[in-house]
């Protein structure tokens, strides 16, 4: 078969990460490059034009129409790419429509006796609809539907729903804490056409609970962020992020860390398993007049295959105070 080199080695780039062999793994890398410099840390804060991939409580905070755009680069051939569209729906509210594509090119597909056959190329994509309420000024929610198309090889396809639930809590001034469960009720339809026969399986997603704060003081911010995965088995897996942001004027620098494997139930170990972010952005706005937002991030990597790049840009228009 030709997609079974294919298989192998998306196998082997998903082990790398303890969520990787589940379901709706390719959509685990944070959606812009603030969010990858704080190491996917900021459930609490989010950010802009990009509120409902951290929470979608946060989208109230929306004060513009945006329109947002993001590209990552990754070794091994990997690539990113996100657009988001988010408006505010005074007096409390807010909406925001997104599309994620995970994609993987210039694969060199072989038989099973080795031989070359072609190039193969995966594409991933995630449709989601957010809106998120503030029915008062320390409380918000917010809502995530999700719709999946995976085009694995030619014969290979898939396509799934998911939903989440996001929490904002303020109960002080610069001290925010955030509850999301992510894929409620999300499951992976999967058909493959094996000679002249089409098979059909249901993979369900794992269930992610995510918890995190966020403190800002008068020229900076914090971020405390813990994850914990319900595998299909009952196992649960947990991870920890955290994350800082300094501000210079319209520029912001920021640090991030998020643990590597995840800490299996009962497991210990003396190993460094955190993997390093970072990254900066520029906001024009205030110094020239111009409503766009760039940031720049990259991440170390995971199982060592290399650095990646993410760039963004956030179009703002009839921004208000």
Known sequence: MKSFSLILLLLSLLSADYGGGYAGSEFRYPSNARD???????????????????????LPQLKSLGISSSFMSLP???????????????????????IY?????????????????????????????????????????????????????????????GIDFGL???????????????????????????????????????LNLVVGCAYQFSKAKVYLQQEIMNGDDGEKFYRTRIGSEILFGPLTVQWG??????????????????????????TMKDNWNIPLQLNYAFDTGRAG?????????????????
């Open 36 to 58: 990858i410099a704080l190491a996917g840390a900021n459930i609490a804060d989010g950010s802009e034009g990009y509120y409902q991939f951290s929470n979608p409580a946060q």
């Open 76 to 98: 091994l051939d990997r690539s990113i790419q996100i657009l988001s569209i988010s408006k505010p729906l005074p007096p409390f509210a807010g909406i925001a429509l997104s």
């Open 101 to 161: 594509r995970s994609a993987t090119s210039d694969i060199v597909g072989r038989d099973l006796m080795n031989k070359f056959t072609e190039n193969l190329n995966v594409s991933n994509y995630m449709g989601m609809l957010s809106f998120g309420l503030a029915p008062s000024k320390k409380v918000a929610l917010g809502l995530n539907v999700k719709t999946y198309l995976i085009k694995f090889v030619h014969d290979h396809s898939a396509n799934g729903i």
């Open 168 to 206: 904002r809590l303020t109960p002080i001034d610069k001290l925010v804490f955030a509850l999301k469960l992510e894929n409620m009720s999300a499951e992976m339809n999967w058909k493959v056409d094996v000679d002249d026969e089409q098979r059909q399986s249901v993979e369900s997603f794992p």
């Open 257 to 282: 860390s998020y643990q590597n494997r995840g800490e299996f139930t009962n497991e210990t170990s003396d190993d460094f398993n955190f993997v390093s972010t970072g990254g900066f952005g520029v």
């Open 305 to 321: 295959e290399g650095v990646g790049h993410m760039f963004t840009l956030n179009c703002r228009f009839n921004e208000t105070d």
